[in-house]
Nanobody, 125 residues
Framework: QVQLVESGGGLVQAGGSLRLSCAAS????????MGWFRQAPGKERELLAA????????YYANSVKGRFTISRDNAKNTVYLQMNSLIPEDTAVYYC??????????????????WGQGTQVTVSS
C-alpha cells in the first residue's frame, strides 16, 4: 500500500519560511518523479516543483522559482519543499504526489498516480 504523508504546514507571516516534508512508503520510486502541488480555494491544482528520485533532476514553476527548493533524501524516502520569502498568495493546501517519470516532468495533476492527504499553508500579511 503506497502512502505519501505530508507534514510541516502551518501559519507564517509574509517573508517567513516553512519546510514541508513528504514521507513515501509502500513501493520503490526509482522510476518516479515526486511533485509538490498546491490548490487554493476556487483554483486548479498547480505543480510547483518536482524532482526525480534517481538523478535529482528538478523542475520549478515560474511562480516559485528562486523562492522554493525541492530536495530528496533517498535513505529516508522523503522529499522536502523549502519555502522562503512566503507571500499571502502562497496560501493554499499543499500536496505531495508521485508519478512515472519518462524523461520530462508532467505538470497536470491527472498525470500523477499517488497523492498525500495535503497540508495547509497560510501566509498572513
Amino acid at each position: 500500500q503506497v502512502q505519501l504523508v505530508e507534514s510541516g504546514g502551518g501559519l507564517v507571516q509574509a517573508g517567513g519560511s516553512l519546510r514541508l516534508s513528504c514521507a513515501a512508503s509502500g513501493r520503490t520510486f526509482n522510476s518516479y518523479a515526486m511533485g509538490w502541488f498546491r490548490q487554493a480555494p476556487g483554483k486548479e491544482r498547480e505543480l510547483l516543483a518536482a524532482i526525480t528520485w534517481s538523478g535529482g533532476t528538478t523542475y520549478y514553476a515560474n511562480s516559485v522559482k528562486g523562492r522554493f527548493t525541492i530536495s530528496r533524501d533517498n535513505a529516508k524516502n522523503t522529499v522536502y519543499l523549502q519555502m522562503n520569502s512566503l507571500i499571502p498568495e502562497d496560501t493554499a493546501v499543499y500536496y505531495c504526489a508521485a508519478g512515472r517519470y519518462y524523461g520530462i516532468f508532467r505538470v497536470r495533476a491527472s498525470s500523477y498516480d499517488y497523492w498525500g492527504q495535503g497540508t495547509q499553508v497560510t501566509v498572513s500579511s
